[in-house]
């Protein structure tokens, strides 16, 4: 089976030179396995798989940055599912539940941009694909800071763009795909999410139940804003 990409990071900065990441920037959790140079699939075509990678160094909520990407959820449409989930959390080398949890649900603290592509009504999804803002591992949309809003089917074997962006001046956290804000939340991160704590990880977490998908990330580059934080470049 050929591997498609799913995911190219690039954190863009003011200031501070790209860096192509490597195997040993990463944690890998769950189902997560290494399928070729700086790409990893989350999970299986198969029921009931789960997995996570993430960014080994934290950043600093407190500065502003912007995360782009791009994503590819598998090729299978009414019986694909479950979705991914681009998470921010105190601790980083954890997957969540499995099935509707998106690999996301029971991570506390945490903040979860999910994209969803199976309908769980008892959690009020929408019937179409779709996007929401959680906190705190929590999948149902009953506490969402925004959301549930409907996307077009995300499941069509082709890479949109999708961009995470963190105002911390205006606590305001902002998603776009292909180029169109979708969502957006005010959110106090460092304060209200986790609790005075600055530093938190990034990754990704996705999820298979009684039906499946594959999903998979290539990641592309990091850049970062200047700060105290800043990682150094490999040679530096």
Same mark, same amino acid.
């Given at each position: 089976?050929?591997?498609?990409?799913?995911?190219?990071?690039?954190?863009?900065?003011?200031? !501070?030179?790209?860096?192509?990441?490597?195997?040993?920037?990463? @944690?890998?959790?769950?189902?997560?396995?290494?399928?070729?140079?700086?790409?990893?699939?989350?999970?299986?075509? *198969?029921? $009931?798989?789960?997995?996570?990678?993430?960014?080994? *160094?934290?950043?600093? /909520?407190?500065?502003? =940055?912007?995360?782009?990407?791009?994503?590819?959820?598998?090729?299978?449409?009414?019986?694909?599912?479950?979705?991914?989930?681009?998470?921010? @959390?105190?601790?980083?080398?954890?997957?969540?539940? *499995?099935?509707?949890?998106?690999?996301?649900?029971?991570?506390?603290?945490?903040?979860?941009?999910?994209?969803?592509?199976?309908?769980?009504? %008892?959690?009020?999804?929408?019937?179409?694909? %779709?996007? !929401?803002?959680?906190?705190?591992?929590?999948?149902?949309?009953?506490?969402?800071? /925004?959301?549930?809003?409907?996307?077009?089917?995300?499941?069509?074997?082709?890479?949109?763009?999708?961009?995470?962006?963190?105002?911390?001046? *205006?606590?305001?956290?902002?998603?776009?795909?292909?180029?169109?804000?979708?969502?957006?939340?005010?959110?106090?991160?460092?304060?209200? #999410? =986790?609790?005075?704590? !600055?530093? #938190? $990880?990034?990754?990704?977490?996705?999820?298979?139940?009684?039906?499946?998908?594959?999903?998979?990330?290539?990641?592309?580059?990091?850049?970062?804003?200047?700060?105290?934080?800043?990682?150094? !470049?490999?040679?530096?």
């Amino acid at each position: 089976m050929r591997l498609l990409p799913c995911l190219a990071f690039a954190f863009l900065a003011l200031s !501070a030179a790209a860096q192509r990441p490597v195997i040993d920037d990463f @944690t890998l959790s769950g189902d997560t396995y290494r399928t070729g140079d700086n790409c990893y699939r989350l999970t299986e075509e *198969r029921g $009931y798989s789960s997995g996570s990678i993430w960014y080994k *160094r934290p950043i600093d /909520a407190r500065e502003p =940055f912007s995360i782009e990407l791009s994503v590819l959820l598998g090729c299978k449409d009414e019986a694909g599912a479950d979705g991914m989930v681009f998470v921010f @959390t105190a601790r980083q080398n954890q997957t969540g539940f *499995r099935g509707e949890g998106i690999g996301f649900a029971g991570l506390s603290p945490s903040i979860g941009i999910e994209i969803d592509t199976w309908l769980n009504e %008892h959690l009020l999804d929408p019937p179409e694909d %779709h996007v !929401a803002i959680m906190a705190n591992g929590r999948v149902g949309h009953f506490n969402d800071l /925004a959301g549930p809003l409907p996307i077009p089917n995300i499941e069509d074997c082709a890479q949109h763009r999708l961009a995470v962006r963190w105002d911390p001046a *205006r606590q305001w956290l902002s998603v776009e795909i292909d180029g169109q804000e979708v969502i957006a939340a005010e959110v106090d991160l460092v304060g209200d #999410i =986790f609790g005075g704590q !600055a530093n #938190i $990880y990034w990754g990704v977490t996705a999820a298979t139940g009684r039906y499946n998908n594959y999903h998979e990330v290539c990641f592309d580059r990091l850049s970062w804003l200047p700060g105290p934080l800043q990682p150094q !470049a490999r040679g530096e």
